[in-house]
Nanobody
């Protein structure tokens, strides 16, 4: 099990912003070529938000829907061994547990949760209206 560790969640009012961080352990023992952010609201399935595959970023439709183009409210980025998710103009429907994950992908399943093998424990984001 790869100990990915998320942080940065919390409670915020609608319209506010949060930046989530995910520490990615370095070293041998596992391989990955894709890093992603996912979320799961109570009673709903886990869904992909954004992913970085190599140097290319991908966003789900609700998060902008264009690769390498964070035109939505979410922006994924990576610096050394930390993965970030910048979230702006948060809405009540963004309330969920947010997870970072890593995978060694062989196809374009960048935003498919079931293709990711390594997960963090999650960080809760609560948006009040």
């Amino acid at each position: 099990q790869v100990p990915l560790v998320e942080s940065g969640g919390g409670s915020v009012q609608a319209g506010g912003s949060l930046t989530l961080s995910c520490g990615i352990p370095s070293g041998t023992g596992y391989r990955y070529n894709s890093l992603g952010w996912f979320r799961q609201a109570p009673g709903k399935e886990r869904e992909g938000i954004a992913a970085i595959f190599g140097t290319t970023t991908y966003y789900s439709d609700f998060a902008g829907g264009y690769s390498d183009s964070p035109k939505g409210r979410f922006t994924i980025s990576k610096a050394q061994n930390t993965l970030f998710l910048q979230m702006n103009d948060l809405k009540a429907e963004d309330t969920a547990m947010y997870y970072c994950a890593a995978a060694l992908l062989t196809g374009n399943f960048y935003l498919s949760p079931h293709k990711y093998a390594y997960w963090g424990q999650g960080t809760q984001v609560t948006v009040s209206s």
